[in-house]
């Protein structure tokens, strides 16, 4: 099985959350994009704010970390709130702001515009993008040490 290399979006506070517990959720707790990945993939955190609910921007890669759980989930965070979840092996890693990297990632294709690669809060990215970003918020490449 090919591995595949895949960017969420979520706010830092959200992101640090997920860090602390081992876990990924995407798209407001949907299930369908944790589904799209399978153990062994790369997920890395873009975070354009710091926190949900703020204005204050972020704009950084936030973790880096790699599927380790079977399946997605449920769990019940609060009443009537039930997301869905994927466990991840996060790594030790810094946060890196996005703009000097920009120039280097072939999957934001308008680079006047480059938000606009992230509206879908799950993407995609070639291998070749992930290295770029990993490299930078790791000082290596975690496929080859």
């Known amino acids: 099985m090919t591995t595949r290399y895949w960017v969420g979006v979520a706010s830092r506070e959200h992101v640090r959350l997920g860090i602390q517990g081992g876990f990924s959720q995407l798209c407001h707790g949907k299930a369908q994009p944790l589904k799209r990945m399978a153990v062994g993939d790369w997920l890395i955190y873009y975070s354009p704010k710091e926190r949900f609910d703020e204005v204050v921007p972020c ?80 000082g290596y490449d975690p496929n080859h040490g």
């Open 59 to 138: 704009q950084k890669f936030t973790a880096i970390g790699q599927v380790v759980g079977e399946k997605a989930y449920p769990f019940e965070m609060s009443p009537g709130f039930i997301p869905y979840r994927r466990d991840v092996g996060f790594l030790n890693a810094d946060d890196v702001p996005i703009r000097p990297l920009i120039d280097q990632l072939s999957f934001i294709r308008d680079k006047g515009r480059w938000g606009y690669a992230f509206r879908f809060g799950q993407l995609e990215i070639p291998k070749s993008d992930f290295e770029v970003i990993a490299t930078s918020m790791l």
